[in-house]
């Protein structure tokens, strides 16, 4: 019987692509399962990524914005991928390049078919910009569960983590099931429990679970 709980921490660096043409050339197929990490510049996206998986320098992370500039792709297993994508909305970066990531971004999000599931990361403090919601409605409209992480949560007491998350659930709140909102600190951990429980959710879609169950059915059986 196939294992159906992640070990995250076997997350392993596999490649850097700059677009989705460049991605298919490196992963042929554009077969399994892909989550993907997007949000603003500074979100705390590659933060996340390490704390997620208990390793500290798994994804780089930085002070200055605009640190992630390339997909990056992290190998779960086989079957399954960690995805680090650049950073949006980072004013400092020249007009064209941003037209350039962003519109990588959005050919990545409504064109890959292996996407099952994107963590939109918003700092807690300033969440559901223009671009978060672009994100979001990417996602729903293409039928991706999304999971709304507001990330540093430590920078604010209880109370006001609570009032921000309730705020931010109800302004999504038409999406329903389809956004998931939660707290996050990769500084405290805060939120790690539930976020790898959805994530690990993501990992075991049922037409996977029965692909792999047919392919070892098939090597039992060639065993014989
Ligand atoms: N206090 C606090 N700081 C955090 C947290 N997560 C990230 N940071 C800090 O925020 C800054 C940006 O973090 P990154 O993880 O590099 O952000 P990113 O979203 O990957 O940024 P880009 O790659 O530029 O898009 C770093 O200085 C982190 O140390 C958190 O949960 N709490
Ligand atoms: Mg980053």
């Known amino acids: 019987m196939t294992e159906s709980r992640m070990d995250f921490r076997k997350a392993k660096f596999l490649i850097s692509a700059p677009d989705i043409a460049h991605l298919n050339q490196y992963l042929p197929g554009d077969a399994g399962v892909e989550i993907?990490?997007?949000?603003?510049?500074?979100?705390?996206?590659?933060?996340?990524?390490?704390?997620l998986t208990d390793q500290k320098g798994l994804a780089r992370t930085s002070k200055t914005p605009g640190r992630t500039q390339l997909i990056n792709v992290f190998e779960l297993d086989e079957h399954r991928r960690l995805v680090d994508l650049p950073g949006y909305g980072f004013a400092q970066v020249p007009l064209a390049l941003k037209k350039k990531w962003q519109y990588a971004l959005g050919e990545y999000l409504q064109e890959r078919q292996c996407l099952t599931g994107v963590v939109v990361l918003m700092d807690i403090r300033h969440p559901l910009k223009d671009l978060d919601m672009q994100m979001i409605e990417w996602a729903v409209e293409s039928e991706i569960p999304v999971l709304a992480l507001l990330?540093?949560?430590?920078?604010?007491?209880?109370?006001?983590?609570?009032?921000?998350?309730?705020?931010?659930?109800?302004?999504?709140?038409?999406?329903?099931?389809?956004?998931?909102?939660?707290?996050?600190?990769?500084?405290?951990?805060?939120?790690?429990?539930?976020?790898?429980?959805?994530?690990?959710?993501?990992?075991?879609?049922?037409?996977?679970?029965?692909?792999?169950?047919?392919?070892?059915?098939?090597?039992?059986?060639?065993?014989?």
């Not at 997007?38 to 996206?45: E, I, Q, T």
């Open 36 to 51: 993907a990490f997007a949000g603003r510049s500074n979100a705390g996206k590659s933060s996340a990524l390490n704390m």
């Open 151 to 224: 990330t540093k949560a430590d920078k604010m007491k209880q109370s006001e983590r609570m009032k921000m998350i309730n705020e931010v659930r109800k302004h999504l709140g038409d999406y329903d099931d389809r956004v998931k909102v939660e707290a996050f600190s990769s500084l405290k951990g805060l939120g790690k429990p539930k976020v790898l429980s959805i994530l690990n959710e993501w990992c075991h879609p049922e037409w996977l679970m029965e692909a792999i169950a047919e392919a070892e059915a098939a090597d039992e059986s060639e065993g014989q």
